[in-house]
């Protein structure tokens, strides 16, 4: 009995094989990468607000000056900045 052409999955071309390889290894790396961005943003935004949370309850005697949690504020609020940059232009850049 022959088989019908719809079972039989089409040879790819080296050309076609490239591109999907290509395309399969480049998602891969960019789930990780993401993976890699948004658990190490979650555990620096957790250290800012534990940061916040000691200097502000003067917990096990937590003293820090003016001038760092001011640099730390900066550097949280500019880490959350980046991040919503990339997001945006990601989503709606324009393709090239």
């Not at 022959?2 to 790819?12: G, I, R, Y």
């Amino acid at each position: 009995m022959p088989s019908s052409p719809s079972q039989e999955p089409s040879p790819l071309s080296v050309k076609d094989w490239v591109t999907k390889v290509t395309t399969d290894h480049t998602i891969s790396l960019q789930k990780r990468i993401v993976s890699f961005l948004l658990r190490a943003y979650g555990a620096l935004l957790a250290a800012s607000i534990l940061i916040f949370l000691f200097q502000g309850f003067s917990l096990w005697g937590f003293k820090l000056s003016e001038t760092v949690l001011k640099f730390v504020g900066a550097a949280t609020l500019g880490e959350i900045g980046g991040l919503l940059t990339l997001t945006i232009r990601a989503v709606f850049g324009k393709k090239r």
